[in-house]
């Protein structure tokens, strides 16, 4: 008995040394794994992406794009936006600066600045000039951002010794995400190029100039929009021909086929590249030879690329989420997500590489097709509202000026002629306020006032707070109700809190990342933070998303 009891002893320890060496062996292996940077990071924006086209069109999708990602990457289903408005200026600076429009000041894609009485575009910048392509596309940096992106803190981390390179069709796609340290290359819809400005380069780098010579965007626009598999297998989509989405100039259905030579003098030469999916193919293109002639991801610190594909974007606004363009679009693009899938796998192998999916913003679906369907919708004519709520102070207050400027769902009023009248500006917003919500189509009306004396936690009123910016937004923030738009009668638009507009894929993969999903709510804001901690560099300094912790339980 003794001896039996003295072999149980020692083959327990036997055992319990056997599971110690495993354990500490696996903690090596571990803490070898994370030691190891990624050689590169890839940020992928798909301009006006829904989360629910990872699923909508996935009977046709290859396992290899956008169900790779999902298959192997981890998916959090129920990521938003959580701020209004959702536009694409501050959508890529969101993302990338892991902070909201009250933060890093980029509060919509054009704003009204009260000191100069005009609009400005949100990546303009009077001090820089173009770098190739044409003078009037050149004045773009990213010095209207307030914050530093992930991006940035790449390139303090390495003391700049790893790369930046953002590049998009829109410039605003390109310039925001490579932040203030990285370069940024757009598409000249003038000329045809690829360019950039004074602010990154004194001149293009030779890769750029080569790239340009092919002169691929007249490849590309040489040739007939067809749709990939026969139109009427697309039976995720409505009818083709009908009175909802918006046609070409030159064309009189929204139909296949597009004869891309007929309609390009008409639709803005090179410019209609972007409104079909060879803008994607020509994106793609321009992202092979950056990684090329940059050596991205070759040297001994970890590079990032930052891809945006604006092209969705443009054939969601005219043609609509229930268009057969729309998932022609989408088909194809899953199919050149797996082409830059298997070449990050054969340039840098399977695992060495980090890639994240978002998108910039949702869309509504077009207000006359829900209204076809008897889905309460409508579209608010924005200038006809002005007008009457300039006429409804003239008539309470007298003759004047009171209202200077009506923009992205605001209202700016004349606090200097306030003043000089002897009047209380939080009266004339709480009063202006109460008359505009008279009218069809508008949900709710929220001062500015409300704005900054108000702490709002949850719903609407928290997410316009969090895109309010003290020194820009204007006096009278309005919500439309669900699913109406200010716009006209075909195509649509995006902009709102309400879930068309808000959800959007969040999706990471490769380098460091488990497969799964969860349905938690997360935020845009996350991804930036998120990547922070995967790097183990610092944090963007406005950043208020926190770090998706379900990739590093």
Not at 74 to 85: E, L
Not at 292 to 318: C, N, Q
Not at 450 to 455: E, G, I, Q, W
Not at 502 to 531: C, M, N, Q
Request: glycine fraction near 10%; charged fraction near 20%.
């Amino acid at each position: 008995m003794l001896i039996f009891g003295s072999l149980k002893i020692i083959k327990m320890k036997k055992i319990s040394f056997a599971l110690l060496f495993s354990m500490l062996f696996s903690l090596a292996l571990f803490a070898q794994q994370q030691a190891e940077k990624p050689k590169i990071v890839v940020g992928i924006i798909v301009d006006q992406m829904r989360q629910e086209y990872f699923y909508k069109f996935a009977d046709r999708y290859s396992d290899g794009g956008f169900k790779r990602l999902a298959s192997e990457g981890y998916m959090m289903k129920n990521g938003h936006y959580n701020y209004i408005p959702t536009y694409t200026g501050p959508g890529h600076a969101s993302v990338y600066t892991g902070t909201t429009p009250a933060t890093h000041g980029i509060i919509g894609n054009n704003w009204y600045v009260r000191r100069l009485n005009k609009m400005i575009y949100c990546a303009e910048d009077s001090t820089v000039s173009n770098v190739g392509g044409t003078v009037m596309s050149g004045q773009i940096s990213p010095r209207n951002l307030l914050t530093t992106t992930i991006t940035d803190e790449l390139r303090f981390a390495t003391n700049k010794r790893s790369k930046v390179v953002g590049i998009a069709i829109k410039d605003r796609g390109a310039s925001l995400p490579a932040g203030h340290l990285g370069d940024a290359y757009w598409f000249d819809s003038d000329n045809g190029e690829f360019m950039t400005s004074t602010y990154y380069k004194s001149e293009l780098p030779t890769w750029v100039s080569n790239f340009n010579a092919l002169k691929r965007p007249d490849s590309l626009l040489n040739q007939t929009w067809q749709p990939l598999y026969s139109a009427d297998s697309y039976i995720n989509s409505i009818d083709d021909n009908n009175e909802f989405e918006a046609p070409f100039i030159g064309k009189e259905t929204p139909t296949f086929p597009y004869n891309l030579p007929e309609l390009r003098e008409n639709n803005g030469n090179y410019g209609l590249i972007a409104a079909t999916p060879f803008g994607n193919t020509l994106t793609l293109e321009f992202a092979y030879a950056a990684i090329e002639g940059e050596k991205l991801g070759m040297g001994k610190e970890t590079d990032f690329l930052a891809v945006s594909f604006s092209s969705p974007d443009y054939i969601g606004h005219r043609f609509g989420p229930t268009s057969k363009e729309l998932e022609d679009n989408y088909l194809r693009l899953d199919l050149e997500i797996e082409q830059f899938l298997n070449y990050l796998d054969k340039t840098y192998g399977k695992g060495n590489y980090l890639v994240f999916l978002s998108a910039d913003h949702g869309v509504a679906d077009i207000a006359t097709y829900m209204e076809s369907e008897r889905v309460p919708a409508g579209n608010l004519n924005f200038g006809y509202i002005l007008g009457q709520a300039r006429g409804y102070m003239t008539v309470k207050y007298g003759e004047g000026n009171w209202i200077l400027n009506g923009s992205n769902d605001q209202i700016f009023l004349n606090h200097e002629l306030i003043q000089d009248k002897g009047l209380e500006l939080d009266d004339i917003q709480e009063q202006l306020a109460n008359f505009l919500l008279r009218y069809n189509g508008i949900k709710e009306v929220y001062t500015a006032s409300a704005m900054r004396s108000t702490a709002f936690t949850q719903h609407r009123p928290h997410l316009l707070q969090m895109g309010y910016n003290h020194k820009a937004s204007g006096d009278l923030l309005i919500i439309l109700e669900p699913s109406w738009l200010t716009g006209g009668a075909r195509g649509t638009s995006h902009g709102t809190g309400f879930t068309y507009d808000t959800h959007v894929p969040i999706v990471f993969f490769g380098w460091g990342v488990k497969s799964g999903e969860s349905t938690r709510y997360a935020t845009v804001t996350d991804i930036a933070p998120t990547l922070s901690m995967l790097l183990n560099i610092r944090l963007p300094n406005g950043a208020t998303g926190q770090p998706i912790h379900e990739l590093f339980d």
